[in-house]
């Protein structure tokens, strides 16, 4: 698995190796993620994490070209801003780090989404 941040590819061989990579990169104040098998924004199935002091979100990209954002246990209005006002998403999409960590090796063992957490789907 492929963990692509700030123009760089982390090759994760491992779930352990996956996991501290993970982890690492959820604890930044803002970043932009993608995971993958190959490291390619345009293969699928992909996961596109996007994170900042407060919470992340999550797409994944289905084989299938649905896709579908993570959902949150508050359901918020409005919108939150991401890598210095470069992504907004709505509010309700946003989940803590612990469980994004969660859904994010649930990807790495089967690529799909996550049963820990509620999606919606944008299409």
């Known amino acids: 698995m ?3 941040f700030e123009h760089n ?3 994760c061989d491992n779930p ?10 959820l604890s930044l104040g803002s970043a932009e993620i993608w995971v993958s098998e190959n490291g390619d924004r345009d293969e699928y199935p ?3 994490i996007l994170v900042n ?8 990209f289905g084989e299938d070209g649905s896709c579908y954002a993570s959902c949150g246990e508050d359901q918020k209005e409005g919108f939150v801003s991401f890598c210095g006002g470069q992504y907004e998403v709505q509010a309700y999409q946003i989940i803590n780090k612990a469980d994004a ?3 994010l090796i649930d990807f790495y063992k089967d690529k799909g989404r996550s049963d820990s ?3 919606d789907q944008l299409y």
Not at 16 to 25: A, G, N, R, S
């Open 2 to 4: 492929i963990v692509s």
């Open 117 to 119: 957490i509620k999606w």
């Open 101 to 103: 960590l969660k859904v």
């Open 53 to 60: 002091s407060t919470g992340v979100s999550l797409t994944h």
């Open 9 to 11: 590819n982390l090759s």
């Open 16 to 25: 352990d190796e996956f996991e501290k990579v993970i982890k690492q990169l």
């Open 46 to 48: 992909c996961m596109g």
